[in-house]
Nanobody, 117 residues
Framework: QVQLVESGGGLVQPGGSLRLSCAAS????????RGWYRQALGKQREMVAL???????NYAASVKGRFSVSRDNVKKMVYLQMNILNHEETAVYYC???????????WGEGNQVTVSS
């Protein structure tokens, strides 16, 4: 069983920054931390930023150049630095991990990010 705990969300003004963290624990055998998704009210969950164990990254087009995903494999942590946030990025942000063989996804409980003046 994999547990993922996100932290770092909250209220930020448009143009501001936040840094999200995700800590993984439990049985991580054959499971790897992938990165971040988000789900706005009334919308489907979407990929925001992913990072491989080797450090290769993949970003949603809307966040390229503003968001940065990173990881610490020793600490079993993944991070998301978000800059120049806008109202449309108000959402619950989820950390994701995936089992290598079954491709089963594990999710954190989510962390609310609200961008508002």
């Amino acid at each position: 069983q994999v547990q993922l705990v996100e932290s770092g969300g909250g209220l930020v003004q448009p143009g501001g920054s936040l840094r999200l963290s995700c800590a993984a624990s439990g049985n991580m055998e054959n499971t790897y931390l992938r990165g971040w998704y988000r789900q706005a009210l009334g919308k489907q969950r979407e990929m925001v930023a992913l990072i491989t164990s080797g450090g290769s990254t993949n970003y949603a087009a809307s966040v390229k150049g503003r968001f940065s995903v990173s990881r610490d494999n020793v600490k079993k942590m993944v991070y998301l630095q978000m800059n120049i946030l806008n109202h449309e990025e108000t959402a619950v942000y989820y950390c994701n991990a995936r089992h290598n063989e079954s491709l089963r996804d594990s999710w954190g409980e989510g962390n609310q990010v609200t961008v508002s003046s």
